[in-house]
C-alpha cells in the first residue's frame, strides 16, 4: 500500500489529475502523478462546509466526468449535528447550487453519465434527476437501503 498524503479521508483521483480527500469538513484538491503516485504541490482549500463521518472515513459526496468533460461534483453540506442538510452541486467552474435539503444523512452517487443522483434517504433509494429538479423513489420498504452505487449495465 502507498500513502500518497496524510490528513485526510475520503481520497479520491479525479481524470483532472487531482487527488481530492476531505479535512475538516473541507474539500482539498492536491496535484497528483498517476503514473508515480506522489502528490505534486500544495493542498488547496476548494469547498468548505462537506458532511462526513470521520470514525468511518466517509466523505458525503461523489464526482462525474472523464478527462475530455468538465465534470460535476454533488455533496451533502453540513458538519456533525447540523439540523439540516443540503444537497448541493458544484460545478467545473466553482458555481454551487442547492438541490435539495434534508434533515436526514444521505449518500449521494453521480450517475456516470453526471444526469442523476442516487441517494439513500429514509431507509429508501431515491434518484434525483439533475436536469428536471425531480426526485424518484426507487425502493418502498424503509428497511436498510441505503449506499447505493452505480453499475455498467
Not at 461534483?73 to 439540523?83: F, I, M, N, Q, T
Not at 453526471?114 to 423513489?137: D, H, P, Q
Not at 441505503?146 to 449495465?153: A, E, F, R
Amino acid at each position: 500500500m502507498t500513502v500518497a498524503h496524510h490528513g485526510g479521508y475520503f481520497g479520491r483521483y479525479l481524470p483532472s489529475g487531482h487527488l481530492v480527500y476531505v479535512h475538516r469538513g473541507t474539500l482539498f484538491a492536491i496535484p497528483f502523478d498517476l503514473a508515480h503516485l506522489k502528490t505534486r504541490g500544495t493542498p488547496v482549500p476548494v469547498l468548505d462546509d462537506v458532511a462526513g463521518a470521520v470514525n468511518q472515513a466517509a466523505g458525503q459526496l461523489d464526482f462525474s466526468g472523464a478527462s475530455n468533460t468538465p465534470g460535476i461534483l454533488v455533496y451533502l453540506s453540513g458538519k456533525a449535528g447540523d439540523p439540516v442538510r443540503a444537497l448541493a452541486s458544484m460545478d467545473s467552474i466553482g458555481k454551487t447550487q442547492t438541490l435539495l435539503t434534508t434533515t436526514e444523512a444521505i449518500t449521494p452517487r453521480i450517475s456516470p453519465d453526471g444526469k442523476r443522483v442516487a441517494l439513500s434517504m429514509g431507509g429508501n433509494i431515491l434518484l434525483y434527476n439533475l436536469e428536471r429538479g425531480v426526485t424518484t423513489r426507487l425502493t418502498v420498504n424503509g428497511l436498510l437501503n441505503n449506499s447505493p452505487i452505480w453499475t455498467t449495465d
